[in-house]
């Protein structure tokens, strides 16, 4: 899976995601993030990026030529379908399930925006998707397209060790996750749940899916009212939330 992505800050990208599962995934080949420094591609002779906006007001636009032909020089190496996602407030938020659907993709071309924003013709010429982490406002797309980064790739086969770690977490089956404990079985006169030191996996299971359904009806409430559950398992969240 490749990352192509536009941006005035290349380093804050190669910085971030060269350590960690992410940065091992990419040496290993299993991933390609390559930043592309917008920057490079200015035709002014002070390397200049952006100006002030037509009609007035505050800050700074990005220009479109420098991103344009930014975008024409990954073209040469990508599919022309490629998507092209635009980091705005503006845009639809991300979730898991957009996450899961651009892992599929071969290859993802991302724009950052800085200043107040990119020019309107960049978007119209080139942008499939505008994209939001969320109701806040960053200073530019580049912590964004991180996260974006981070939640796409380990989903991409091999890129976490333990191939199974991402079917039993948060948001499977519009669930949160139970609680985990490692050793030691007793710190500080707080002990580990007697269930999960017995060995029986049919009855973890199920007190682990119990503390599922209970956590995300308190933790969760918006997920759990999404939730088809069966009349036995609405009954001992009702019971569980009443003691
Ligand atoms: N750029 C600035 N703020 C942003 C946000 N919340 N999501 C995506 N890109 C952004």
Known sequence: MKFHIM??????????LSSSIIGNANSQDLIHIQPVNIRDFSKNKHK????????????????PQPIMDAYRHIQTYTKKNTKVIYLTPQGKPFNQEMAESFAKEE???????????VDERVIESIVTEEISIGDYILTGGELAVMVMIDCISRLVPGVLGNSDS?????FDQGLIEYPQYTRPAEYEGQVVPEVLLS???LNIERWRYEQSLIR????????????????????????????
């Open 199 to 201: 060995g029986h996996h």
């Open 107 to 117: 290859a993802l071309i991302f724009l950052c925006g800085h200043y107040e924003g």
């Open 166 to 170: 991402h079917d039993i977490e948060t």
């Open 7 to 16: 941006t005035l800050f290349p380093e804050m990208i190669e910085q971030t």
């Open 48 to 63: 200049k990026v952006d100006d002030y906006p037509y009609g007035g007001g505050a800050g700074m636009v990005m220009q």
């Open 216 to 243: 995300t009806a308190i933790k969760r409430p918006d997920l759990y009212d999404k939730l088809t559950l069966t009349v036995s398992d609405e009954a001992f969240v009702k019971k569980s939330l009443q003691k």
